[in-house]
Every structure is written in structure tokens, then in C-alpha cells.
């Protein structure tokens, strides 16, 4: 069945908040040295401010699944947008490092509210066909990989501070529309107090299969998490390449899923979704490999490709876990369940990896997170030959 109007329209503009948002994530890294050039501040205190949005991020992934729960997913991620736009016009008009803590920490606040009432949002509009949906709304939010070629331009003709102001007149324009035009799915949230929503959301990890899918997802995220914080770094000092080419080819890793990922969502309605995870968790595991042997221009841009694909297991799973949630409280669930896998891998994917390249080299860390992967692709296979459901096939109405 093909997608109505409405539900068209709401994908596109959820989708688009998402990539609006992501493209704020971003830019602060792009534009770093003008940024720190400007101010007058160091690294390190740069580093704070960095660490000020992840922190924030990670953390505000809970509050937003429960505000989506208590009060509607609708106005949720308009208040998030428009709190986006509020972040990034405030960084417009940085001072020092502590008005550059601040503002970051604010973008990662905004950013770490929209998610989870959008995921909700798009898994409630299109039911049995979500995992598409998801596809197409992850896809949306690739575009976002083009962003370290395009914004330097804008900053070049702009100024960096303009910059951050056009995003925030992007955002008002979104939110506005998405309040228009966008429809609530949840008709009925339910209020209850914080400590009560952070049990639900602990209840809901303590469910077998999502306990067994939260490990699975850890082991990805320190791939993609670790790759889109290093992999432009890798690409200079192991490989040799000029900056330049590390940012093409960290544009080929961030948006190469565009195509693929509707593709990979439409799969995963009609195939087992484990086994599609399987897939793409190997896949993730030998393009690490190969980053690690290959030296040439063409043999990285194939890597590259291959490796953006591992941004697809993150809507895949969103499916996965939102068919043993129920619709009042899948908010809450999923809000936990991303902000401790966003608070567990981050630190991990930062200050471990950066000291453990330090005393073991950038490809042997590389290896460790590959072989990681291959075992957990394994651990997959034999769940999902154990498993009492058939390990392909699935029926579009499950």
C-alpha cells in the first residue's frame, strides 16, 4: 500500500528536522579552527565544549522519550527544533570558551530531544511498513554527510557566525510547518512522575530480547561512533592523505547509505530483521578490515561506501525494538535504551580509543573493533538459527 498524503508529509518534515539538526551537529566540528581562530581559545577548551554537546545528547535522549510520552510526540520535536534554532543562534554569538561550552551543550540538548518522539512518531504512523519509514527518514538525514563540503563555503562567503544564524532561520521556518502540518499519533499520553518513566524505561531493557539487542547495538555503535569521530583523523596520519581527502572520503562514509537505507528499511519489513542486522554487523566488520590493508584512493572510496552502509543497522533496530513496546510507553523505552547507549559508547569511542591508539597504533584498535563485530555477527547467526521464528523470512504484518 502506498503512502498517503499525510503520511508523506510528516515523514518528510520529521525527516527534515532530523537532518537540520544533524547538520548543527556537525558544523561546530567543520568550522573548529575558524571557530577557535576567532576566540582565541585552545584544543582543549574546544575539547570541553565538544564534550559539553555529546554529554548532553546522550543525557537528553531519556527526557525526550519522556516528554513524548507525557505530553505527544507533535509538539515535542516542534519544541525541539525550535530550541535547536534558539542553540545555534546563541553560537552565532560566541564570546569565549565558556559561551562556546554553553551554546554546544544547548545544540546537544536540542538535538538529543528530537529522536526518540520521532522515531516513535514515524514507527506509529506507518505500523507494519515502519521499518521503510525508518529507511527513508535515515536517509533524509545522510544529506547531512555533504555538510563538511558545503559549509566551509558558506563560511567562506558568510562568516562562521552567519552560519550558525542561517540555521536557526532554517529551524523556525521547520518548526513552524511542523506544527501546521504535522498530525499526533498518540492520542492520549499519559502523565505520570519521573521516577515511575525511568522505571518503565528500565523495565523495558530488562525484556530479553531487547536486553539481548542492547549488547548487539553497543558493539555497533562503538564502529560507527568511533569511525565518525576519528575516521578524518585516521585518514591523515595513518594513510597519509591531505585533509581534502579525508573529508571527501568521510563525506563518502556519511552519506553513503542515501540510496541504500529505504532499500535496507523495505527488507526488514518483509525479511527477519536479526538476520538483516547480521548482515550489515558483518558487513561493518570486514570494511573495518579492509580500511585497516587498503592504501589506495579508489580501494578507500569502495571502503568508505561499504562502511556508510552501517548507519542502516540503526532504523533496522528502531523496528526491531518498537515491535515488543507498547505505544504509551515506547517513548520512555527508547529514550533510555539510546541514552545509555549513547552515554556507554561515547567515552569509550573517545578518551579509550584515543589513548589506546596512543599505545597499540589507530589499525590494531581498528582490528579489536572489527573483530568485535565478526562475533557478534556470529552470536546473531546462532540466535537466529535457536530462535523459534524462521531466521529469513518474515510476514509483512509481524
Do not use: C
Amino acid at each position: 500500500m502506498p503512502m498517503n498524503k499525510y503520511q508523506k508529509t510528516s515523514l518528510l518534515l520529521i525527516s527534515f528536522a532530523w537532518l537540520i539538526i544533524f547538520i548543527g551537529r556537525v558544523t561546530p566540528s567543520t568550522l573548529l579552527v575558524k571557530i577557535t581562530g576567532d576566540l582565541g581559545i585552545s584544543d582543549i577548551q574546544a575539547g570541553w565544549a565538544f564534550t559539553g554537546m555529546w554529554t548532553m545528547y546522550g543525557i537528553m535522549q531519556f527526557p525526550g522519550g519522556i516528554l513524548a510520552d507525557t505530553y505527544g510526540r507533535k509538539i515535542i520535536i516542534t519544541l525541539s527544533t525550535l530550541f535547536f534554532s534558539v542553540a545555534t543562534f546563541l553560537t552565532g554569538f560566541n564570546v569565549n570558551a565558556i559561551s562556546l561550552l554553553i551554546t554546544f551543550s544547548l545544540i546537544g540538548m536540542a538535538a538529543g530531544i528530537l529522536p526518540v518522539p520521532s522515531f516513535t512518531m514515524i514507527a506509529e504512523l506507518f505500523g507494519p511498513r515502519k521499518g521503510k519509514a525508518l529507511g527513508i527518514h535515515s536517509s533524509i538525514g545522510s544529506l547531512s554527510g555533504f555538510a563538511p563540503l558545503v559549509v566551509p563555503f558558506l563560511a567562506l562567503f558568510l562568516g562562521w557566525r552567519n552560519v550558525f544564524i542561517l540555521w536557526a532561520a532554517l529551524g523556525v521556518i521547520l518548526s513552524i510547518f511542523i506544527y501546521q502540518y504535522v498530525t499526533e499519533t498518540l492520542d492520549n499520553p499519559i502523565k505520570e512522575k519521573l521516577t515511575n518513566r525511568f522505571y518503565i524505561g528500565l523495565k523495558g531493557l530488562a525484556q530479553k530480547e531487547i536486553l539481548f539487542m542492547f549488547f548487539v547495538n553497543l558493539v555497533i555503535s562503538f564502529a560507527w561512533m568511533g569511525m565518525l569521530n576519528w575516521y578524518p583523523t585516521y585518514l591523515q596520519q595513518v594513510k597519509g592523505f591531505s585533509p581534502e581527502i579525508a573529508g571527501l572520503l568521510f563525506a563518502i562514509m556519511m552519506s553513503g547509505g542515501l540510496l541504500f537505507k529505504p532499500i535496507i528499511g523495505h527488507l526488514s519489513d518483509r525479511i527477519n530483521r536479526l538476520f538483516i542486522m547480521m548482515l550489515l554487523t558483518l558487513l561493518a566488520g570486514i570494511s573495518l578490515y579492509f580500511l585497516t590493508t587498503e592504501t589506495s584512493i579508489i580501494g578507500l572510496i569502495i571502503v568508505s561506501f561499504l562502511l556508510s552502509q552501517t548507519g542502516a543497522f540503526y532504523p533496522v533496530r528502531t523496528s526491531y525494538v518498537m515491535d515488543y513496546w507498547d505505544k504509551e510507553n515506547a517513548g520512555t523505552k527508547l529514550g533510555v535504551f539510546r541514552s545509555l547507549i549513547v552515554l556507554i559508547g561515547s567515552p569509550i569511542t573517545g578518551g579509550v580509543m584515543a589513548q589506546g591508539k596512543e599505545i597499540y597504533g589507530f589499525n590494531t584498535i581498528i582490528l579489536v573493533v572489527a573483530i568485535g563485530l565478526f562475533v557478534t555477527a556470529a552470536i546473531l547467526l546462532i540466535y537466529l538459527i535457536k530462535s523459534d521464528y524462521h531466521p529469513v523470512h518474515r510476514e509483512p504484518s509481524t
